[in-house]
């Protein structure tokens, strides 16, 4: 993985919490970055796929894809968020097609 540099200024209290997880994580400030960095984008694009899903956008699928995660986690992650991704008229739709 190519790495390139980035520089950016934050807050004072923000490099105080910084400096607090580089102490209990026994890492230096880039390494802490990368890492905080990662996790809070990661965080992101399953949020950002679970919207464009809840929102009829995409499918479950793809949502999984823009997620990172293979489908079956992103299923669960689908079922602990609670968001309704099938619409009610499909489903009744469905429904009355087994009748």
Request: charged share 35%; proline share 2%; aromatic share 10%.
């Amino acid at each position: 993985m190519t790495e390139v540099p980035l520089s950016t200024r934050i807050p004072k209290d923000l490099e105080r919490e910084l400096e607090k997880y580089m102490y209990e994580e026994h890492v230096e400030k880039s390494s802490a970055v990368r890492r905080l960095l990662y996790e809070a984008l990661r965080m992101w694009r399953e949020e950002y796929a679970l919207k464009l899903l809840s929102e009829g956008k995409v499918t479950v699928s793809k949502a999984a894809q823009i997620a990172g995660v293979d489908i079956w986690d992103f299923i669960s992650k689908v079922k602990k968020s609670k968001i309704i991704w099938v619409a009610d008229e499909i489903v009744s739709k469905d429904l009355d097609a087994f009748r």
